[in-house]
Antibody
Framework: QLQLQESGPGLVKPSETLSLTCTVSGGSISSRDYYWAWIRQPPGKGLEWIGNVYYSGTTYYNPSLRSRLTISLDIFRSQFSLRLSSVTAADTAVYHC??????????????????WGKGTTVIVSS | SYELTQPPSVSVSPGQTATITCSGHKLGDQHACWYQEKPGQSPVLVIYQDYKRPSGIPERFSGSNSGDTATLTISGTQAIDEAEYYCQAWDSSTVVFGGGTKLTVL
């Protein structure tokens, strides 16, 4: 059974870079049928999509975060990672990784997040 | 940017039918899906491709999508269905979530 596990520092200082890793077990991260996603949820608020990465390395980012965001994938380690620079208190959230079952054409994407990690809390504070 | 609008809250009595809507411009022209999130837990996919149920999701969960509105229906609502529900769709290659609906089973 596929499992995803987030890991990384729970506390990050303002202006620094937030780095998280999602380890995928029980399935292949290099499957062409799936994308891999990061989603976050600030305290008391709703879900916010951060971005997706495909096995080929192709990435799709939330436009509001694009200038600070890098998502990458390491097939050999069966991991994908998130780096968010210049963080502020507004980046405090529970960060989830998830598998997206879907596909993208040249014009659009479709799909749903069918497996989620348990999430990890990241607090931005000095 | 594309927006999905959900009512902040819906209340239902046990055994009755709960209906949660998700509105977006021409939402019916694409697939919508729904997630259930309980406190302290990760979201769970309950409906995908408008009306399909993943394995393990009870039959009382159903969905539809037409025009500008996708709808999640829970028939014979149970206390365990009390949760936050999020719809999700796409704006080209970006994922869009609705703001969430708190379902209260009174």
């Amino acid at each position: 059974q596929l499992q995803l596990q987030e890991s990384g520092p729970g506390l990050v200082k303002p202006s620094e870079t937030l780095s998280l890793t999602c380890t995928v077990s029980g399935g292949s991260i290099s499957s062409r049928d799936y994308y891999w996603a990061w989603i976050r949820q600030p305290p008391g608020k709703g879900l916010e999509w951060i971005g997706n990465v495909y096995y080929s390395g192709t990435t799709y980012y939330n436009p509001s975060l694009r200038s600070r965001l890098t998502i990458s994938l390491d097939i050999f380690r069966s991991q994908f990672s998130l780096r968010l620079s210049s963080v502020t208190a507004a980046d405090t959230a529970v960060y989830h990784c998830a598998r997206v079952e879907g596909l993208c054409s040249s014009r659009s994407c479709t799909g749903q997040m069918d497996v989620w990690g348990k999430g990890t809390t990241v607090i931005v504070s000095s | 940017s594309y927006e999905l609008t959900q009512p902040p809250s819906v209340s239902v009595s046990p055994g009755q039918t709960a209906t949660i809507t998700c509105s977006g411009h021409k939402l019916g022209d694409q697939h919508a899906c729904w997630y259930q999130e309980k406190p302290g837990q990760s979201p769970v996919l309950v409906i995908y491709q408008d009306y399909k149920r993943p394995s393990g999701i009870p039959e009382r969960f159903s969905g539809s999508n037409s025009g500008d509105t996708a709808t999640l229906t829970i028939s014979g609502t149970q206390a365990i269905d009390e949760a936050e529900y999020y719809c999700q769709a796409w704006d080209s290659s970006t994922v869009v979530f609705g703001g969430g609906t708190k379902l209260t089973v009174l």
